[in-house]
């Protein structure tokens, strides 16, 4: 071995493997403290586009959630509404063909008017009450549920708006409505029967949108976990391995450090053949 004073290549090599275990060690720290494998796209250009195209997805799949709950509260308020105005209706039934019965004295049958009178008009309270979030699918407006059920926004489940004001449509009994003869009593009968009905299609109607909003909903919550732990998979770190990996290179850093060390005093080998 040629010994020189210029270049004392043994320590040169020494200090090229310490590089490279500091390197390897700041490396595994940032593993570690962050719990990504790969963290940027230095890491792996590849992999890192693909774990940035799914946290995309994610964020839009947040997005799709929170239509959905906006949706699924505005139709729990309009079932409740729907179901409070059915319950209304046997009331209001009952009402009328009491004051249909021919018999019936006519104070009793104001009694009953006036009963009849103050339930038609609590629907009317209700359907001015059943608003969420700025809209109410069951006035005399044009408000509907355009829900968004993928990442894209290029699928929507929709509900439509019904009309349950009085005389709306579905409603048939009138605003100015009341039974105050046996006549009047006998045809407001007939308009809540079909106001039964009909309102009974518009809680069906009512109740497979929400069905289906709570189908959407638990179907997102289930993929947004799937591309979730996709995206760990890609990128996050066997923190038990960099645990492992930490160790190892810490031993290595100071057995470098002794043979750099080692090789800087070779050449103070070369003072003994002068003497």
Do not use: C, W, Y
């Not at 009178?117 to 969420?132: G, M, P």
């Not at 189908?215 to 990128?235: A, H, K, M, P, Y």
């Amino acid at each position: 071995m040629a010994f020189s004073v210029n270049v004392n290549e043994p320590a040169l090599l020494a200090l090229r493997a310490l590089t490279n275990t500091n390197n390897d060690l700041s490396t595994t720290q940032e593993r570690i403290s962050t719990g990504l494998e790969i963290g940027s796209a230095r890491d792996n250009a590849a992999i890192f586009s693909i774990a940035q195209q799914l946290r995309g997805d994610v964020r839009g799949l947040n997005a799709v959630r929170q239509s959905l709950d906006r949706g699924i509260s505005t139709i729990d308020v309009a079932l409740a509404a729907s179901t409070a105005i059915s319950d209304l209706l046997l009331e209001l039934k009952e009402r009328a063909v009491a004051a249909a019965d021919a018999g019936l004295d006519q104070t009793s049958r104001d009694a009953l008017s006036t009963d009849f009178v103050t339930l038609r008009d609590q629907i009317s309270q209700i359907v001015a009450n059943a608003e969420f979030n700025g809209s109410n699918l069951i006035d005399a407006g044009t408000d509907q549920i355009v829900a968004i059920t993928n990442a894209d926004a290029t699928q929507t489940l929709n509900i439509a708006h019904e009309n349950l004001t009085l005389g709306g449509g579905v409603i048939d009994i009138g605003p100015a409505q009341d039974i105050d003869t046996q006549a009047e009593a006998a045809a407001a009968v007939t308009d809540i029967n079909n106001s039964i009905d009909q309102l009974n299609e518009v809680l069906t109607r009512f109740g497979a949108g929400a069905t289906a909003l709570e189908q959407s909903r638990t179907f997102n919550e289930q993929l947004q976990d799937v591309v979730e732990v996709g995206i760990g998979n890609l990128v996050d770190a066997d923190l038990a391995q960099e645990s492992a990996n930490l160790q190892a290179l810490q031993v290595r850093q100071q057995l470098g450090l002794q043979s750099l060390s080692i090789a800087n005093q070779a050449p103070q080998a070369i003072l003994s053949l002068f003497q």
